[in-house]
């Protein structure tokens, strides 16, 4: 009798605790135990991976300079090349990422050309920094809108990954050519997707640039 006490005890102590556990910890909705695990190791894991960035400190719009930036703002078909001093043009898109696969971030800024029509290109400058000092890895020209114009600019698994509207359209590449693919000068429907590997002196293309289909909203 003494012994099915015991056990009995045990046992209510067990549920009891068991019960206070979930009443504190309670699982996602739709979450088994594993599940919950994998969960609690893949956020350490992003916690982990989240790197000491001091480039994201720096201002982009007021301290950094943009060398050999064209501007075609003269209607009358006149481009020129200039040097922007810092203050005098910033990125109108900025992003950060490991593109050297050095495990600390760089950064991918997009700046709009100057001209007077309705043409939208780019021109793309990728930073690093070496002993604390901002130092241009690569930058390049994209084209315009649905002829090779800027999508994107990313990091993944340690390579710079470019997408450039329009199908087949990639750096080196001829932006302007035909694809038989867009719906006017505004409205590309396919997009391309490179990859650059850093060796140490350039970025290489990894591959063969990779063609998408663009998700466009019903009307």
Known sequence: MRRFVVYLSVGVGAFVVSLVAVMLFPLPFGASGEGAVKRAV???????LEPDSPIRSID???DVAYPHHPEYG?????????????????????AFGDVTGDGAEEA????GINNCGSAVPGHVY???????????????LTGDRAD???KKAYAESGELVIELEGRNKYIGGDLYAEDETKKGDCCPTMYTRARYKWNGRRFEMQGRPESF???IPNN
């Open 148 to 150: 090779g114009g800027f």
């Open 60 to 62: 982009f719009d007021n």
């Open 126 to 140: 990728v930073f690093t920094l070496r002993g604390g000092r901002l130092k241009l890895l690569w930058d390049f």
């Open 74 to 94: 003269d209607c009358r078909g006149k481009g020129k090349v200039v040097d922007l001093r810092p203050g005098e043009g910033g990125p109108s898109e900025l």
């Open 213 to 215: 289909p663009c998700i």
């Open 108 to 111: 991918m800024a997009f700046l």
């Open 42 to 48: 893949s956020l350490s894991s992003i916690r982990e």
